[in-house]
């Protein structure tokens, strides 16, 4: 069965700082990948996602991923993070021939620290 | 403008009792979707729709229970089953297809009295 793995579940950081969260998925057939944000009180924003193509993905708010087939992963990064930033991030799978149900990790908690 | 709402922000709930959670989109998207979210836990899947007047169950559906009549709405009902229903719940909406984004809704959070 499929799964997503979402390494920590906050991380701090100063302002301006690079910023990774992990994200690992399992499953036995091909996948599209997504990354979710949520900021407090409020529904989920898609960031990006990985179709096919390209393994290095750019998103909104200056977010990137880069999908690994070999290592089952999906890092989202930010060369520079700003306050704003501050929110939940979820990681979300979504499996070939399926209903297109999504999966979610467990979600990370980003602190941007002045 | 296009998008998800759903009411009311804030419900409570006595024990005994079923509450309906509404969600209406104007994406005139085919699936629709609920999640419940509790802290530390992500999102898990209650029930989904693909089409008008059909309907699956997701992971937790014990204790919940939905209809789609119309393509704009899917409400959910917290029936008194549910043992522990303190949480956020959160609709979504898509187009039919696994590569799809789902568009979420601002959520509504359910407290017991």
């Known amino acids: 069965a499929q799964s997503v793995t979402q390494l920590d579940s906050q991380v701090p950081v100063f302002e301006e700082a690079p910023v990774e969260l992990r994200c690992n998925y399992s499953s036995s057939v091909s996948v599209y990948l997504f990354w979710y944000v949520q900021y407090p009180n409020q529904g989920l924003q898609l960031l990006l996602k990985y179709l096919s193509g390209s393994t290095l993905v750019k998103g909104i708010n200056g977010f990137e991923a880069e999908f690994n087939k070999s290592q089952t992963s999906f890092h989202l990064r930010k060369p520079s993070v700003h306050i704003s930033d501050t929110a939940e991030y979820f990681c979300?799978?979504?499996?070939?021939?399926?209903?297109?149900?999504?999966?979610f990790g467990k979600g990370t908690k980003l602190s941007v620290k002045p | 403008d296009g998008g998800i709402t759903q009411s009311p922000k804030y419900l409570f709930r006595k024990e005994g009792q079923n509450v309906t959670l509404s969600c209406e989109q104007n994406l005139n998207h085919d699936a629709m979707y609920w999640y419940r979210q509790d802290p530390g836990q992500g999102l898990r899947l209650i029930y989904y729709?693909?089409?008008?007047?059909?309907?699956q169950k997701g992971d937790i559906a014990e204790g919940y229970s939905v209809s789609r009549e119309k393509k704009e709405s899917f409400p959910l009902t917290v029936t008194s089953a549910q043992k522990n229903p303190t949480a956020f719940y959160l609709c979504?909406?898509?187009?039919?297809?696994?590569?799809?984004?789902?568009?979420f809704g601002p959520g509504t959070r359910l407290l017991v009295l």
């Open positions: 729709s693909q089409i008008v007047n059909d309907f």
């Open positions: 979300a799978v979504s499996e070939w021939g399926s209903q297109g149900n999504l999966i």
């Open positions: 979504a909406s898509s187009i039919t297809g696994v590569e799809e984004t789902q568009y």
